[in-house]
T-cell receptor, first 114, second 112 residues
């Protein structure tokens, strides 16, 4: 039972480089999202998607791009990496039912921009 | 608006109780609680929906006061495994589509 899978787990980038963080879920969840976590800041929402072909911005979207071509995949692209994007990134998927919207996180991707 | 968690940190002896609070200035639809250990992903604990409910999960329970827009997480007879950072995540509209807004976290340290 894979759940939410993120790759890579660790990455070092040079300023100005671009890269894609991959995220895949095998739970057939409608909703997927990306968060970043910085020390003392909690988790902040970058982008989210309510279904294939539909994405929207969260709290901190600048410098990131997303797409959702399938239900399973939700990649996060860093267009031109900056040191301020050094962070831990978590992908999440969720579904909503009578009990609420249960969110499951991937294991995280540690990104350092030098 | 980010929910406010208190306290920022708690140090307990094994077997003691703890209460972690989460307050919002905006009307809430639901409150989610997660625990995160260092270097790991947040792990889901429970959701509370508006309506003033209380839930329990072994020795961890929570309440949601809709009038005060506040939720509290109760950890009783704490165990070493309870150590970690606890986050509340808040949701303002139903449906769950647009993600959560998380507090900054409460660091819980349990000492033997």
């Amino acid at each position: 039972n894979a759940g939410v899978t993120q790759t890579p787990k660790f990455q070092v980038l040079k300023t100005g480089q671009s890269m894609t963080l991959q995220c895949a879920q095998d739970m057939n969840h409608e909703y997927m999202s990306w968060y970043r976590q910085d020390p003392g800041m909690g988790l902040r929402l970058i982008h989210y998607s309510v279904g294939a072909g539909i994405t929207d911005q969260g709290e901190v979207p600048n410098g990131y791009n997303v797409s959702r071509s399938t239900t399973e995949d939700f990649p996060l692209r860093l267009l031109s990496a900056a040191p301020s994007q050094t962070s831990v990134y978590f992908c999440a998927s969720s579904y909503a039912d009578r009990a609420g919207n249960t969110i499951y996180f991937g294991e995280g991707s540690w990104l350092t921009v030098v | 608006q980010q929910p406010v968690q208190s306290p920022q940190a708690v140090i307990l002896r094994e077997g003691e109780d703890a209460v972690i609070n989460c307050s919002s200035s905006k009307a809430l639809y639901s409150v989610h609680w997660y625990r995160q250990k260092h270097g790991e992903a947040p792990v889901f604990l429970m959701i509370l929906l508006k309506g003033g409910e209380q839930k329990g999960h072994e020795k961890i329970s929570a309440s949601f006061n809709e009038k005060k827009q506040q939720s509290s997480l109760y950890l009783t007879a704490s165990q070493l495994s309870y150590s970690g950072t606890y986050f509340c995540g808040t949701e303002w509209g139903g449906g769950g589509a647009d993600g959560l807004t998380f507090g900054k976290g409460t660091h819980l340290i349990i000492q033997p």
